[in-house]
């Protein structure tokens, strides 16, 4: 039985179908949501996979279940807007394994207001992690996919439909993820000639922790789910999956890609009432 990554204790053994077998992938913010699906998918097709996050106990909770099942994995506890200390995460995974194939960035913080009661400070909050961590994130891993010469590798980074349609109240994390998307075109355009993917996925509304205030209320999730063309919100899996084929040799000619995962959302101007 398939490992679920909304319950972690669902599963004794992965179904292991080798997608990744032998590779080596790193997800930050891998202790819940679209990061723990991930991290477990990677696993469940063969991959080795460090979990990267800033509190160790989520971390370990996933690697448990990954390694009950039967898959490779193994928590780093490091913040991705420490950039000295990210790098330093990434470059100990790669040596400790002897490669580094796959990069999830995937780690985001966000803050909520309106633009004109918003600091400076506040302001910045949006890119430490989501820009920042991406750009560090994806400078170590270029070097370190180029160091293996001609294999070369994945990096998927995760935006937001919040990056490609104007969000009230979230102006700061809306740049963030605007700048995810073309900061992703850039580095695609320069690592392809040694085989370095660079691609995006786009949620929108995912089932997480950090959306389950929102979700939490039957009228607002209805509400919610009248938005989306599939009539509900994503789950972390849908993700998890788009980010596979994307990590995948399957993906082998796909590079600078910014795919929408999100039922539908962004590509309608209204849906039914």
Excluded at 23 to 36: E, H, M, P, Q, Y
Excluded at 105 to 114: E, H, L, T
Excluded at 163 to 190: C, D, H, P, Q, V
Aim: net charge negative; glycine share 10%.
């Amino acid at each position: 039985a398939a490992l679920s990554s909304n319950n972690y204790r669902d599963s004794k053994d992965f179904p292991m179908t080798q997608r990744l077998q032998g590779k080596v992938a790193l997800v930050t913010g891998a202790g819940s949501g679209i990061g723990a699906a991930t991290a477990i998918r990677f696993a469940q097709e063969g991959a080795t996979v460090v979990l990267c996050g800033r509190r160790q106990a989520p971390l370990d909770e996933v690697v448990a279940q990954i390694k009950a099942a039967g898959g490779k994995a193994e928590a780093v506890q490091a913040d991705v807007s420490d950039e000295a200390g990210f790098t330093a995460a990434m470059n100990g995974a790669a040596q400790r394994h002897g490669r580094f194939d796959v990069l999830v960035n995937n780690a985001m913080a966000f803050s909520w207001g309106a633009i004109e009661e918003t600091s400076t400070a506040d302001w910045h909050s949006n890119f430490s992690t989501s820009v920042d961590g991406t750009f560090w994130g994806t400078r170590a891993a270029m070097k370190l996919m180029k160091a293996e010469g001609a294999s070369g590798g994945s990096i998927i980074n995760v935006s937001s439909i919040c990056g490609t349609l104007g969000t009230a109240y979230m102006a700061g994390y809306s740049a963030a993820k605007a700048a995810i998307i073309n900061f992703s075109r850039a580095a695609a355009a320069e690592g392809a000639l040694s085989g370095i993917r660079v691609n995006v996925v786009v949620p929108a509304v995912v089932e997480t922790p950090s959306t389950a205030g929102m979700l939490s209320d039957d009228a607002t999730r209805k509400s919610t789910e009248k938005l989306i063309p599939m009539g509900r919100v994503g789950q972390p899996e849908d993700l998890a999956n788009a980010i596979l084929f994307l990590a995948s040799d399957e993906a082998s000619y796909i590079t600078g890609a910014v795919l929408p995962v999100d039922g539908g959302r962004s590509a309608v101007l209204v849906t039914a009432l």
